[in-house]
Nanobody
């Protein structure tokens, strides 16, 4: 059973930073498409960032220049460093994983097989 557990959310003021983490078990991150999506109250899911199994990285336009996705394969942990946070970044953030190729398309079409329970980010 694949499990993804997010942490690191919280409440920050605009301009602040947070680092989200996602620990995966029992698979190895390097063989999967992995990433983050978010969902604000009353809105649909929005892809934030993704890393393909070959290392290719993609970001939503809203995240470019402010967010950085990374992974530590030795720890089976995925990260999302978020800087210069804005109130519109307020949402529940989820990590995801998929065996499918074309990670960014997978994320944007909700084609991932696994995701966690989320961690709340509130920016005021």
């Amino acid at each position: 059973q694949v499990q993804l557990v997010e942490s690191g959310g919280g409440s920050v003021q605009a301009g602040g930073s947070l680092r989200l983490s996602c620990v995966a078990s029992p698979f190895a991150y390097e063989s999967y498409c992995v990433g983050w999506f978010r969902q604000a109250p009353g809105k649909g899911r929005e892809g934030v960032a993704a890393i393909d199994a070959d290392g290719a990285i993609n970001y939503a336009d809203s995240a470019k220049g402010r967010f950085t996705i990374s992974e530590d394969n030795a720890k089976n942990t995925l990260y999302l460093q978020m800087n210069s946070l804005k109130p519109e970044d307020t949402a529940m953030y989820y990590c995801l994983a998929s065996r499918r190729a074309g990670c960014w398309a997978v994320l944007r079409t909700y084609g991932y097989e696994y995701w966690g329970h989320g961690t709340q980010v509130t920016v005021s």
